[in-house]
């Protein structure tokens, strides 16, 4: 399920414990920072959690 837009999706990347679908990836990596989009990807980054390293 894409964190971005809470789709089903085959293939995307994972940062941490968000999946994001190669369709969102393609839609920030295209945004200005000007646009109002920017904003609501940057919302959706900020639930991603970063897993505990244990060495």
Do not use: V, W
Request: proline letters at 4%.
């Amino acid at each position: 399920m894409c964190g971005i837009c809470n789709r089903e999706k085959p293939k995307g990347i994972h940062l941490y414990t968000l999946f994001i679908c190669c369709d969102c990836e393609q839609k920030m990596i295209h945004t200005e920072p000007c646009e109002a989009e920017y904003q609501h990807y940057l919302d959706k980054l900020k639930n991603m959690k970063q897993t505990t390293l244990y060495s």
